[in-house]
């Protein structure tokens, strides 16, 4: 069976050490992990702390197998976006294709099994052009990772930015929407991360698709492709009350209308929740997710195989979804090859 991971993460390590160089904030150091801890800000809570196996891309596809599965992935910038929008713009633009570049190097060692959304930096909107005709130009990269907040400015629907969107829907390029940790941590802080990582992340990335629906960007750019991490957040099940409140918005659809325009993926432990976010976005427009390494990629897959589907769907979410909406080119994925040192 073929199946693709549509929220996969790997970090290069070879980013982390640039930037773990830098001086002030953002900041990221080695710890003892054989990782990397990040801080956004002075006088905050580290807002990542992950261990070597997140650099390890070998080990990750090795891991994430199953007999009798073809798996590929597709890697997302996942938090870690926002931290190229906290730098200084010109900064921020060279980590960004710094990273890119680490992400096509992955596409092509790893033909037909990996692919990777863009990094981009949202704080300068001819940089962020800048870095997106260079992702898809020169790189290849298939998508773009669009974080749930920018910095010092975190409205993603900044009227700055309607450029950016439109060349976006120009090229047909899909919008991954995660959560950045930059603007929940705080209010949610303490009992070890449990509120936050419970519920912070699907705040902040509820919040952040709001603002695209409300600010009119939906409704301007009908052919924008939004996908949705986490199963939609708390859209779906909020959706009544947004089509209650949204003629003060004064846009031409109910909230429904836009929501269900996006695209989401099975990120969630939790059988009920992935059965309603394809009930509610419909099976065309839900993809499998795992988010490993943060979630148990196997127990995942169970979770979803306990929904009654037919064939024919289960086909289109574990793998013909994700073709379709970020237009990839091979149908079968290659046998993995052996990655460089620097990427161990």
């Known amino acids: 069976m073929h199946i693709i991971d549509c929220h996969f993460h790997w970090k290069p390590r070879a980013v982390y050490e640039r930037l773990s160089k830098r001086q002030g904030f953002p900041r990221i150091a080695p710890n003892d992990r054989n990782g990397f801890t990040t801080w956004l800000k002075e006088g905050s809570a580290p807002s990542s702390n992950i ?12 891991a994430i197998q199953k007999p009798g599965h073809d798996i590929s992935v597709l890697c997302s910038t996942g938090t870690f976006s926002v931290f190229f929008s906290q730098l200084p713009p010109e900064e921020g633009r060279d980590a960004a294709i710094h990273w890119n570049e680490e992400m ?8 037909g099994r990996v ?3 863009a990094a981009v930096p949202l704080t300068d909107t001819r940089m962020a052009l800048e870095v997106l005709e260079d ?22 629907d900044a009227e700055r930015l309607e450029p950016f969107y439109d060349r976006v829907e120009e090229l047909g390029l899909p919008l991954f929407l995660h959560p950045t940790d930059a603007i929940f941590a705080d209010m949610l802080a303490g009992y070890g991360g449990a509120l936050h990582h419970s519920i912070g992340r699907i705040m902040e990335v509820s919040v952040a698709a709001s603002r695209l629906i409300v600010s009119g960007l939906m409704e301007r750019h009908p052919k924008l492709k939004i996908v949705m991490s986490h199963t939609g957040g708390a859209l779906p099940y909020q959706s009544g009350k947004m089509d209650h409140n949204m003629t003060r918005a004064k ?7 836009y929501i269900k325009r996006m695209y989401t993926d099975t990120v969630s432990p939790h059988t009920a929740g992935i059965k309603f976010a394809i009930e509610y976005y419909g099976v065309d427009h839900v993809m499998y997710g795992t988010d490993y390494p943060c979630l148990d990629h196997h127990k995942t897959l169970e979770f979803f195989n306990e929904i009654a589907l037919s064939e024919a769907d289960r086909d289109k979410i574990l793998y013909g979804n994700v073709r379709r909406v970020f237009n990839l080119p091979h149908p079968v994925a290659q046998p993995v090859a052996k990655a460089r040192a620097s990427s161990a």
């Open 135 to 156: 992702a898809v130009g020169r790189l290849g990269l298939i998508g773009v990772n669009l974080p749930g907040s920018i910095g010092s400015d975190p409205h993603i």
């Open 115 to 117: 692919w990777a959304t």
């Open 104 to 111: 096509a190097w992955a596409q092509t060692h790893y033909p």
């Open 51 to 62: 261990g070597g196996n997140w650099f390890d891309l070998d080990r990750e596809l090795e």
């Open 251 to 257: 846009l031409q659809q109910p909230a429904t209308t």
